[in-house]
């Protein structure tokens, strides 16, 4: 029989808005860091271990962000986030 000890999820989101919403790059980047934030708050009031490697902004306006989260709440994962 095989269990899982430990596990996380390394993820690459992207935060934008549709071309055809009209904004400028300015704009573009506000909500979509609006929306960064709100994703961030999700996560420490959903109590979900995380880490954030990295966050970058491109020419249109987008937001990629890469992070590291905790698949469950029993096993220590500690070795992830270090």
Request: glycine share 4%; net charge positive; proline share 1%.
């Amino acid at each position: 029989m095989k269990r899982i000890k430990a596990a996380c999820i390394f993820q690459t989101l992207i935060f934008s808005q549709k071309p055809e919403m009209g904004y400028d790059r300015q704009q573009a980047l506000g909500l979509n860091q609006a929306e960064l934030e709100h994703y961030k708050a999700s996560l420490v009031r959903g109590r979900t271990r995380h880490q954030i490697d990295s966050v970058d902004e491109t020419e249109d306006g987008s937001v990629v962000v890469r992070v590291r989260k905790q698949y469950n709440d029993r096993a220590d994962v500690a070795e992830y986030f270090a």
